[in-house]
């Protein structure tokens, strides 16, 4: 079966979409968890990633409601695992905190994302 020329092309781009879109790092997993409450207030949060991440250009914020900052130091990598980061936090009061990403995979793309988790009393 022979295709037309216009629809072989858009079969080609679609492909090498679909081929960066995997080639970025987004967030798989957190911890704590996304829109979770947690009961203890968490030492620090891991993030990880669906790609290697470049960590010294990798930024992470962790606010309270009041816009405080509220982690301690720039993110670390974990030992062993290039897809993820760690994050010292100083949490001290119940509430609503909001993590801001911004992620450079090994291969040079950007990402960012935010999300909150709430620590119980």
């Known amino acids: 079966m022979k295709f037309p ?3 072989a092309l858009g079969l080609c781009l679609l492909a090498a ?3 960066a879109a995997r080639a970025h790092a987004f967030l798989k997993h ?9 009961a203890e207030r968490p ?7 669906t790609e290697d991440l ?3 250009f990798c930024t ?7 816009g405080h900052a509220v ?5 670390e990598p974990v030992p062993g ?3 993820e980061l760690t994050v010292p936090l100083h949490i001290t009061a119940p509430g609503k905190y909001i993590v801001t990403w911004h992620a450079l995979s090994a291969d040079t793309h950007k990402t960012k994302g935010s999300f909150s988790f709430t620590v119980g009393s």
């Open 54 to 56: 470049a960590v010294p």
């Open 30 to 38: 957190a911890n704590p968890v996304p829109g979770s409450t947690v």
């Open 17 to 19: 979409a679909a081929s």
């Open 43 to 49: 030492a620090s949060l891991l993030l990880t990633y």
């Open 5 to 7: 020329r216009n629809l």
């Open 71 to 75: 982690q301690t130091a720039k993110p």
């Open 81 to 83: 695992h290039a897809d």
């Open 60 to 66: 992470v914020t962790v606010t309270d409601s009041a």
